[in-house]
């Protein structure tokens, strides 16, 4: 027995013909907006990445700059 993927439901869904011709192997005309899609999805994939390594470090960060204060006070109040 063959899966059926959600995204092959959505397609049936929004159009029972270009579900067929997928089954059929044929390909998609459109294949400019495809390529296009495919790139904005990408680029955004990246700058999601960035923004979670970006929060990571600013909280890596924030966590040293804590430490040095703590340090730094210890070190005032043993004087």
Do not use: D
Request: charged share 10%.
């Amino acid at each position: 027995m063959r899966t059926i993927r959600a995204s092959e439901i959505g397609l049936y869904l929004f159009c029972r013909r270009a579900w067929w011709c997928q089954q059929q192997g044929l390909p998609a005309q459109n294949q400019a907006e495809l390529a296009g899609g495919t790139s904005y999805h990408n680029t955004h994939s990246r700058q999601v990445f960035l923004a979670g390594a970006w929060r990571a470090a600013a909280a890596l960060l924030g966590l040293l700059a804590l430490a040095a204060l703590a340090v730094g006070l210890v070190q005032l109040l043993l004087k």
